[in-house]
């Protein structure tokens, strides 16, 4: 998957002149900064200089800036990098030996990596962007990549389409490479729950009997997935209570008769946390008067419950099918 859009973006990019910095630092998935930096140290810049105060960068110079984006990916230093790009040499233009013909093409799938040493398959274009910034640790950028993703497709498809898949790219990169992409991780679990508090509105306030209880079982701190459901509720307009990792048995059980919920969404990624007997014993749990005593729902939520569910417990595969849970439990 190329940076660019194809064939068709390229030739809008000559017809129409050239693009901007900030239009092409949108499309490498990195701050305006970074390339006016790699211009100024490197001989990055535009290859044709035009009158006026603002540069125009051609599909050449894209192409160029492309190559530097693919090594600096894969580790190589950016001096390094640079010169290599500006040689023509570089990730999809492999060099050649002295006097022979040009080294063969990488095979499609080697290039599936989408430069940045993550395996994302046919993700969305932006998970491209976001895993760079990512793998930069180049905290400006991926704000704002994450910002565009969620305002452009609106949050659950943000989530299901460009944010989860970067994520799991990125876990399957540390798990395979001796934990050297932790710190990647952790930099990018920390601006998506940055972003996903930027976008949600104010928690409403309580309305009775539509709260929704939001906490990982004990011994769980993966509480990103249930930061994102909690954003979506809010935007839809739904009171939330979130308690957020590992909360005690006893805590839990506080939580759910202090509050009354309609829903209890209780995350466990890994089968080892999940406990059947704990979600039935929540949702056996009663409150109100005598005659019109209510329970909540009990959302199985994550990984961890696969091979756990039990009638009654609903388990919900995806954001969207635990929003929609969530809408049922509070219309009901």
């Given at each position: 998957m190329?940076?660019?859009?194809?064939?068709?973006?390229?030739?809008?990019?000559?017809?129409?002149g050239g693009l901007t910095t900030g239009e092409v630092a949108r499309r490498l998935g990195v701050a305006p900064t970074t390339v006016r930096s790699w211009d100024r140290r490197y001989g990055l810049g535009p290859a044709a200089h035009t009158g006026g105060r603002h540069r125009r960068w051609t599909a050449g110079d894209l192409a160029r800036l492309e190559r530097m984006c693919a090594l600096t990916a894969t580790g190589l230093p950016p001096?390094?990098?640079?010169?290599?790009?500006?040689?023509?040499?570089?990730?999809?233009?492999?060099?050649?030996?002295?006097?022979?013909?040009?080294?063969?093409?990488?095979?499609?799938?080697?290039?599936?990596?989408?430069g940045t040493g993550l395996r994302l398959g046919d993700a969305r274009q932006e998970c491209k962007g976001i895993a760079r910034a990512a793998l930069r640790l180049d905290a400006a950028a991926l704000d704002g990549l994450l910002r565009d993703a969620i305002e452009e497709h609106g949050l659950v498809a943000a989530w299901t389409e460009v944010i989860m898949p970067t994520l799991?790219?990125?876990?399957?990169?540390?798990?395979?490479?001796?934990?050297?992409?932790?710190e990647v991780e952790h930099f990018l679990s920390w601006h998506v729950s940055g972003a996903l508090r930027?976008?949600?509105?104010?928690?409403?306030?309580?309305?009775?009997?539509?709260?929704?209880?939001?906490?990982?079982?004990?011994?769980?701190n993966h509480t990103l997935p249930l930061e994102v459901l909690a954003a979506a509720l809010t935007e839809r307009g739904l009171p939330i209570r979130m308690f957020g990792g590992s909360?005690?048995?006893?805590?839990?059980?506080?939580?759910?008769?202090?509050?009354?919920?309609?829903?209890?969404?209780?995350?466990?990624?890994?089968r080892t946390t999940a406990s059947r007997p704990l979600a039935q014993h929540i949702a056996a749990i009663e409150w109100g008067v005598r005659g019109a005593r209510r329970k909540p729902v009990v959302l199985t939520l994550g990984p961890?419950?696969?091979?756990?569910?039990?009638?009654?417990?609903p388990h919900p595969p995806g954001l969207a099918e635990a929003v929609a849970a969530v809408e049922s439990a509070v219309v009901g």
């Open positions: 190329d940076i660019s859009d194809g064939d068709g973006d390229e030739a809008e990019v000559r017809r129409g001096a390094e990098a640079a010169r290599l790009a500006l040689d023509g040499t570089g990730a999809d233009t492999p060099p050649r030996e002295e006097g022979g013909p040009a080294a063969p093409r990488p095979p499609a799938r080697a290039r599936s990596r989408a799991q790219a990125v876990g399957r990169k540390w798990e395979s490479s001796g934990e050297r992409y932790v930027r976008h949600a509105p104010p928690v409403p306030a309580d309305r009775p009997g539509a709260t929704t209880v939001l906490a990982c079982v004990p011994a769980e909360l005690p048995v006893e805590s839990l059980v506080a939580a759910v008769r202090r509050t009354g919920p309609a829903a209890v969404a209780l995350w466990a990624q890994s961890g419950w696969a091979g756990q569910t039990t009638p009654g417990l």
